[in-house]
């Protein structure tokens, strides 16, 4: 999706993110929550639930979800 743009589109996106992020720990860290163990993952690593590529119907035949 980011590939589609140019790069200076991409530096304000993740500008905005980033503002967004900051923003969101501020807010957990004033509530009193404890952000030491916090993890963030970089990004999704199994389709949606309700796919149905060939990918997850494999996976969904063999029974193993870590597949999809």
């Given amino acids: 999706m980011l590939k589609l743009r140019s790069p200076s589109q991409q530096e304000q996106i993740l500008a905005l993110a980033m503002?967004?992020?900051?923003k969101m720990l501020k807010e957990m860290q004033t509530s009193g929550k404890d952000l030491?163990?916090?993890?963030?993952?970089?990004f999704q690593k199994t389709h949606?639930?309700?796919?149905?590529?060939?990918?997850?119907?494999?996976?969904?035949?063999?029974?193993d979800l870590r597949l999809r």
Avoid: V, Y
């Avoid at 503002?19 to 900051?22: A, T, V, Y």
């Fill in 19 to 22: 503002r967004q992020i900051e």
């Fill in 36 to 42: 030491s163990r916090l993890k963030l993952k970089k």
């Fill in 48 to 63: 949606h639930i309700d796919c149905k590529c060939k990918l997850c119907e494999n996976a969904k035949t063999k029974n």
